[in-house]
């Protein structure tokens, strides 16, 4: 029981962040310690895992749908702050499971930190009017939401589908809800074939190409302005790391 209350509470913390451009759900999942857990999980339909997970990821969504949209439009730096702090911290969680730290696994970093930084460095456009191509949207999203470092949010933000969707979300309108869930469905099968199979073959390269797109993705989500006040929200981020480690090495100990 205790542990499917902790299942959907981290699932709550990866839809929350799913709904922030320049954040992405795998990050967090990376953050709190189920990230390969996750996609091997969605591989073989672990349901005792996956229903507690997803139940507090829809809660998240339906529930932030409207307040995250306003958070961002009104306190966008202090959001984009805290979530500075997560992301940061929280960069040592995939160097760590490096096994073998060469120069192809420098390349990777490298190379994967340009891909994330040039994706968050592009600019919202208007591709989707109305149901226009909107499961080629979810498809990419959700590819997006289950990487690391490459924000789902932000990819819907670029195509222009961001807003659309979560407006559709809020209103329960299903004539966008359907086909952008297809797109998701299509994006996890996809993504969870393909990616399980480079965990498993190429750990270390994986996980280097992580850690770079973790990197890269920072341009996102820096605040645009520095005040006490930033550096608050930023150092909470730091700190709510640090107590997530101390919970899940005192779990471990005993």
Known sequence: MINN???ILKGFCIGIANLIPGVSGGTMALILGIYEKLIFSLKKLDLKFLFPLGAGAGLAILSGAKLVPHLLDTYPEYTFALFLGLIVASLK???RKIERKGLREAIVVILSFILAFYIAGL???TVFSGNKLIVVAGFFGMTAMLLPGISGS????ILGAYR???KAISSFDFTTILPFALGLLLGVIFFVLV???LLKRYHSLSMAFLVGLMMGSLRAIIPNKFNIYIL????WGMGAIFILERTAFKRKTN
Request: aromatic fraction near 26%; avoid cysteine.
């Open 5 to 7: 209350i902790i299942l």
């Open 93 to 95: 969680v995939p160097y």
């Open 232 to 235: 608050f929200f930023f150092a």
């Open 195 to 197: 990616f399980s199979f």
């Open 154 to 157: 932000a990819i819907l933000l």
């Open 123 to 125: 600019e919202s456009k």
């Open 164 to 166: 659309p969707v979560l």
